[in-house]
């Protein structure tokens, strides 16, 4: 198999088409049955290579048929277009059509043809003339960017000329519009997603000559709104709307971040965020509301959240370079005012995908979701209260449920946590049922429930983080220092509450008061999932201010 790319972009190798291609080709390869080795690459770079635009002498019609007056690059490019069995045309759009050098090599094929008129139909116009020779079997992949919000609509001309000379309905076509975006690095994590699918799609390619319905509608979904992208185009030009003048690069990137805002995840809540560059002394404001986006430049709004950083900080935090949790949890930056809005960053200005996974999920198999601390909790709930009725009839009980937990909780994963819980409870039960005494093992259950919470917090992962951090990142959140702080806290907080009621517990049933026992044990836990709630939003925003104990 030799595939022939041709990057027409006058850009070379920084073309951001050429990104699309590169794509295309890795998934070609990973869906091709040939042996990797038996598939040669060959690329053409038309902005590096000697290709002067046609004469129309007809000389290599007449004179020297087959074979071009102009002696330069385009006698090479005719060998590698006879001898290739897929091209791939890559290029982006230039004034509705393709660029200058590129049409310079399409004109220059003239040698390839006949002279004689030909009554074939397999493209539009009057008439036609036969290849010269064997192009049967080829295949043809057309692979551009515009400057577009859209593709649609923005390349009839480019897709009439190549109906013309390779035949209408016998290539492929990938166009995508946003096509700038493919360089702007804060972005990647959008764009990648769309270099994705553009895998996927050569990676079906190779394995059917097509591009499946589903993986097509995918390539034509827009990377963001009109609204967004028309927004973050005319800031990227860094000239004032109404002025002409240059603006500040921090201004262009803040017009940028704001053009972002999802209006879509308002909540009633107008917002104004102020950020002050700490390093440029210059201060910005973005109102936010349940109509979009606005950049303020004089201050004359009171905002609502306020933070303080350097540029270089928040522009590598936008790239991807630091996290900008580990970053805050360096205080690297700070935050004031409302900080609901750090914690639902990603739902506001989060280039949140819109491309559906190519990979589909085998038949017969579950996928998994997130753990929950449900599947720990339910067995030592179900062990105290059962067994503390009754210590023979609720220690089968719980037995039972503890059979039935990983069932119940199968389209969940389970971490260490909920495996030793089982154990634990399974092994307290059967104390139970076989001594018929119910009031050690549930106050032993007490210690190993504190114990559990306290030894967490000598691992990397304390317990209730094994459980949360998927609402902040994965395994990310183990850089974010304020989330891992705040969650040891909690670990160390509800370990501790626990060891104390195993031994509260003790004493309280030796001097008689098992009726303050009962409101004791299940009021505290009580008070204590309200200061969980109240302390880890209260905790980190404090840390964001810049304070320290």
């Known amino acids: 198999m030799k595939i022939l790319l041709i990057n027409g972009s006058p850009k070379g190798k920084r073309s951001n088409s050429l990104k699309l291609a590169y794509s295309f080709i890795e998934g070609?390869?990973?869906?091709?049955?040939?042996?990797?080795?038996?598939?040669?690459?060959?690329?053409?770079?038309?902005?590096?290579?000697?290709?002067?635009?046609?004469?129309?002498?007809?000389?290599c019609w007449q004179k020297t048929p087959g074979i071009c007056c102009i002696k330069d690059d385009m006698q090479k490019v005719i060998e590698k277009l006879i001898d290739a069995d897929l091209i791939l045309w890559s290029f982006p759009l230039y004034y509705f059509n393709v660029p200058g050098i590129l049409k310079?090599?399409?004109?220059?094929?003239?040698?390839?043809?006949?002279?004689?008129?030909?009554?074939?139909?397999?493209?539009?116009?009057?008439?036609?003339?036969?290849?010269?020779?064997?192009?049967?079997?080829?295949?043809?992949?057309?692979?551009?960017?515009?400057?577009?919000?859209?593709?649609?609509?923005?390349?009839?001309?480019?897709?009439?000329?190549?109906?013309?000379?390779?035949?209408?309905?016998?290539?492929?076509?990938?166009?995508?519009?946003?096509g700038e975006l493919f360089r702007v690095k804060e972005l990647s994590?959008?764009?990648?997603?769309?270099?994705?699918?553009?895998?996927?799609?050569?990676?079906?390619?190779?394995?059917?000559?097509?591009?499946?319905?589903?993986?097509?509608?995918?390539?034509?979904?827009?990377?963001?709104?009109?609204?967004?992208?028309?927004?973050?185009?005319?800031a990227s030009w860094g000239i004032s709307k109404t002025t002409g003048e240059k603006e500040p690069d921090d201004l262009v990137f803040t017009r940028q971040m704001a053009a972002l805002?999802?209006?879509?995840?308002?909540?009633?809540?107008?917002?104004?965020?102020?950020?002050?560059?700490?390093?440029?002394?210059?201060?910005?404001?973005?109102?936010?509301?349940?109509?979009?986006?606005?950049?303020?430049?004089?201050?004359?709004?009171?905002?609502?959240?306020?933070?303080?950083?350097?540029?270089?900080?928040?522009?590598?935090?936008?790239?991807?370079?630091?996290?900008?949790?580990?970053?805050?949890?360096?205080?690297?930056?700070t935050v004031s005012g409302d900080f609901s809005l750090m914690i639902d960053w990603d739902k506001f200005f989060g280039s949140a995908s819109v491309v559906e996974k190519t990979e589909k999920t085998p038949q017969n198999t579950i996928e998994q979701k997130k753990p929950s601390m449900t599947t720990m909790l339910i067995p030592w709930i179900t062990f105290w209260i059962a067994v503390s009725i009754h210590p023979k009839v609720g220690a089968m009980i719980t037995l039972l449920v503890v059979a039935t937990v990983p069932f119940i909780m199968r389209k969940h994963k389970f971490v260490i946590w909920d495996q030793l819980s089982m154990a634990a409870v399974a092994i307290l039960s059967a104390a139970a049922n076989i001594t018929g005494n119910g009031v050690l093992p549930t106050n032993i259950g007490y210690l190993v429930f504190g114990l559990f919470w306290l030894l967490s917090c000598l691992t990397k992962e304390p317990l209730c983080a094994a459980y949360v951090k998927y609402n902040y990142g994965g395994e990310n959140a183990h850089q974010n220092p304020l989330f891992m702080k705040?969650?040891?806290?909690?670990?160390?907080?509800?370990?501790?509450?626990?060891?104390?009621?195993a031994i509260w517990t003790f004493l309280f049933k030796k001097a008689g008061f098992e009726n303050v026992l009962i409101l004791v044990n299940n009021l505290i836990p009580i008070l204590m999932g309200f200061f969980t709630a109240w302390f880890e939003k209260w905790y980190p925003a404090r840390m964001a201010r810049g304070k320290r104990k």
């Open 261 to 333: 805002y999802n209006k879509d995840a308002y909540d009633g809540k107008d917002r104004v965020l102020e950020i002050h560059f700490t390093d440029l002394d210059h201060t910005y404001q973005i109102q936010l509301s349940k109509t979009g986006s606005e950049v303020f430049t004089d201050g004359r709004l009171s905002p609502t959240t306020r933070i303080d950083t350097p540029f270089t900080v928040w522009s590598a935090i936008s790239r991807g370079e630091i996290g900008g949790a580990e970053a805050l949890g360096k205080q690297m930056y």
């Open 104 to 178: 310079n090599l399409i004109d220059r094929q003239l040698p390839m043809s006949l002279p004689f008129m030909s009554s074939k139909q397999n493209g539009y116009g009057s008439g036609s003339h036969d290849s010269r020779y064997d192009m049967e079997g080829k295949r043809h992949v057309l692979i551009s960017t515009c400057g577009f919000y859209s593709a649609v609509g923005n390349y009839d001309s480019v897709l009439r000329m190549f109906d013309h000379f390779l035949g209408k309905g016998i290539y492929t076509t990938i166009f995508c519009g946003q």
């Open 28 to 59: 070609f390869k990973n869906g091709c049955t040939d042996d990797e080795e038996s598939i040669s690459i060959d690329e053409l770079h038309v902005a590096s290579m000697n290709i002067a635009a046609c004469k129309g002498c007809f000389a």
């Open 486 to 501: 705040t969650n040891y806290i909690l670990a160390a907080a509800w370990g501790t509450l626990y060891v104390l009621t």
């Open 189 to 234: 994590a959008r764009t990648d997603e769309y270099l994705s699918t553009v895998k996927c799609a050569g990676s079906e390619y190779a394995m059917t000559g097509t591009i499946s319905e589903e993986t097509d509608a995918i390539l034509h979904t827009l990377l963001y709104s009109r609204d967004v992208f028309e927004k973050m185009a005319d």
